[in-house]
């Protein structure tokens, strides 16, 4: 039995070699613990960040966990973790229920709050800021730019739940050669400063060189100093395509450019490539929400507030764009289709002073490259297409012309309407957590049914507008009808709050008849014995 026990053993400590690892950082002024670059990632012996995110794949591999404990991390750091394991992650995460901050203003020749080359990784549940007083003048002698993340290299990688905020620079970069990337569940927010002429820094830049997908899913963008996403190269002379492949899908994005003074694209789609060869293409735009601040009960204001803008260059027109089902809310120019060359776009709402189009981007449609359906334009004139340079067309003019949007409206702005529940997405990775987009024209309180969801009677639950993340506006408990009131008037609103006919709220259950105990609703909390220690108290 002893032999059989001992054989046994032996292909157990093997095989535990290649398990799942739990390694622990704290920042370095910790009072009980402090990480530091000696440590070995255990509770007792734990690393600062820096060691961690820089640990070889011999130590740190695929399927190992490296969390993040408690408390403000100030610096700006490198990460070259790589899990080289097909089909498996290195996950850097708040350890549960614990609040992480990656605080980048500190002097530093590094330009973002975190960059991160490898393959294969997470990066999830933490927050990414400038923290306490800093220039946001790009002519100040004391300006330093500091984006929050730019993801330079590495394939299979994934950002989930991160808090992105208050970064002199942009919120997140992922660059051309970052393959096959997942966005998911962020939150990014009043990134950007002040340049000499406009505001500077987006929400997030995005390009990719790879034939495989760039996925920006459920995401919360607004208030950044200029665009809200770019997916876009300035490059002038580039030698390769590296803005294609990318899909953004069920994300919210309002009142970007507001910061810094002006309203700028919520989205923009394009190239600005002379040599014709990065050319945008292969890009789908799908059950988007994209709103500027407008008061709908009045006609629209006579201002710049774009929303969607598709092409920049006549030299690289974009191609194989695929826009539907999103609700694009501007004010005179809500929608832009500049340089185009195929796409489709249906089962669009557009609120906008016109759908603008420019006129050398035509010749496309009559070479049928272009599908319209389905859309619904409210407008503030009766012709609701503008041909930039050349006319403005009705809306039956423009279907008898160029064989567009055959089933499509178009309504005056007085007539412009919407659900007041626009969206509603589960997390999934924070359990009965509920993303809420809510409009109300009459700027009045509206009533969220969650029957289907089937959250238990008598759960207790939060409201917490995301414009202001660290306050809980209403807190209540789950009635018979399942629904709930959510207030739409902003309290002591500041000066760049979105107006009170839109909004987008988290609201959090817990379960009532666990509210008695500590661990209510709570991600379970790993467990620092390890397996081997396990194996030996069952073994003897």
């Not at 060691?51 to 990460?79: F, P």
């Not at 505001?199 to 390009?207: A, K, R, S």
């Amino acid at each position: 039995m002893k032999k059989i026990c001992l054989s046994f053993l032996s292909v157990f400590i093997v095989a535990f070699t290649f398990a799942q690892q739990e390694f622990h950082v704290f920042p370095k002024n910790h009072k009980i613990t402090p990480g530091t670059a000696t440590g070995n990632g255990s509770l007792q012996n734990p690393w600062d960040l820096q060691t961690a995110l820089t640990q070889s794949s011999k130590v740190v591999s695929g399927g190992d966990t490296i969390w993040l404990h408690e408390g403000v991390y100030n610096g700006r750091y490198n990460s070259t973790l790589n899990c080289t394991t097909a089909n498996k992650y290195i996950t850097v995460s708040a350890y549960p229920n614990h609040r992480v901050i990656l605080n980048g203003n500190v002097s530093s020749i590094k330009k973002q709050v975190i960059e991160i080359k490898g393959n294969n990784l997470i990066f999830k549940n933490f927050e990414i800021t400038s923290l306490n007083d800093f220039s946001r003048i790009e002519t100040d002698k004391d300006f330093s730019r500091c984006d929050g993340v730019n993801h330079t290299s590495g394939g299979n990688c994934k950002f989930i739940n991160l808090v992105i905020y208050n970064n002199p620079g942009s919120g997140f970069n992922s660059w051309k050669r970052t393959s096959n990337a997942e966005i998911n569940e962020c939150i990014i927010f009043n990134n950007g400063f002040f340049t000499k002429k406009r505001g500077g820094g987006v929400g997030m830049y995005v390009q990719n060189s790879s034939d495989k997908e760039r996925q920006i899913f459920n995401n919360i963008v607004f208030n950044n100093y200029y665009k809200g996403i770019e997916v876009w190269s300035a490059n002038k002379d580039a030698k390769e395509a590296y803005v294609k492949n990318v899909t953004l899908y069920n994300n919210v994005l309002f009142n970007n450019g507001l910061p810094a003074g002006s309203y700028r694209d919520n989205i923009i789609v394009a190239s600005d490539d002379e040599n014709e060869v990065n050319i945008a293409k292969n890009i789908t735009i799908s059950n988007n929400v994209l709103y500027h601040n407008t008061n709908l009960t009045k006609e629209i204001e006579n201002t710049e507030a774009p929303s969607l803008t598709l092409g920049f260059d006549k030299k690289a027109p974009l191609e194989n764009a695929i826009i539907k089902n999103n609700i694009i809310i501007g004010r005179k120019n809500a929608l832009r289709v500049l340089y185009v060359k195929s796409m489709q776009f249906n089962n669009n709402v557009v609120y906008s002073g016109y759908v603008r189009i420019n006129e050398s981007t035509l010749e496309h449609i009559i070479d049928d490259n272009w599908n319209f359906n389905n859309n619904s334009y409210y407008t503030r004139r009766t012709k609701p297409i503008r041909i930039i340079g050349s006319r403005d067309y009705l809306l039956n003019e423009w279907k008898s012309k160029y064989k567009l949007d055959e089933n499509s409206g178009s309504y005056n702005f007085k007539d412009f309407n919407l659900a007041n529940v626009l969206d509603i997405t589960k997390s999934q990775y924070k359990t009965n957590s509920f993303r809420v987009v809510l409009f109300n024209k009459e700027e009045q309180d509206v009533v969220v049914d969650f029957l289907e969801y089937h959250m238990e009677k008598g759960s207790s639950y939060t409201i917490t507008d995301v414009e202001n993340l660290n306050t809980v506006i209403k807190t209540g408990t789950l009635a018979e009808d399942a629904k709930i009131t959510v207030p739409m008037q902003a309290e002591n609103a500041i000066e760049t709050k979105t107006l009170n006919n839109f909004g987008v709220f988290i609201i959090a259950f817990t379960n009532a008849k666990k509210a008695t105990t500590t661990t209510t609703n709570k991600e379970e909390e790993p467990k620092t014995e390890s397996g081997l220690s396990r194996f030996f108290k069952w073994l003897f």
